[in-house]
């Protein structure tokens, strides 16, 4: 009887456990968070199965501008299909909100897949701008606070990374 009581006992542990590591924290911008199973992403989306309080289950759908990006990063970046194109899109969501390390991480993941497909995205004038203009931003916010030496380091970059663009021509001009 004890052994059979012990085995349950083990058993009900194991599906308690893997429950858990099956479930993601769910982080909404506003900040409310909650633990789920993810069962799909998009690139643009999330969709999970949650518990309600008084027992059900309920699935819901939430768009990543929704999400905090972090969260929206690690859940998209866990559950995806490994490919380029994957890869490529959560790197523009990175860049798109200020996650640059985390771009750089997914970058590297497409490029290790396919190193020809990541050289003509980066040669791509319409991502190189779009990198561009988010570090005019950082640029121009950096000269309101006053900070010059992260002002000039981003100029730097900038000038030296991306000087055929028209983010680089304004910095330039300025």
Known sequence: MRITSAITLALAVLLLTSVSLAAD???????????????????????????????????????????????????????????????????????????FSRAQIQIAKAKAIDPEAVKEAGEDPKVREAIAQKLLTYIAKELKEGDMDDAEKWIAVLLTKLPDTKAAETARQN
């Open 25 to 99: 924290e769910i982080v909404l911008k506003a900040g409310e968070s909650g633990m789920a199973e993810v069962t799909a992403t998009t690139v643009d989306s999330v969709t999970f199965n949650y518990t309600l309080p008084d027992g059900p289950t309920a699935t819901m759908t939430l768009k990543a501008h929704q999400l905090d990006p972090h969260c929206f990063y690690t859940v998209r970046n866990k559950h995806m299909e490994d490919t380029v194109e994957n890869h490529l899109a959560l790197a523009k969501f990175c860049i798109d909100n200020d996650l």
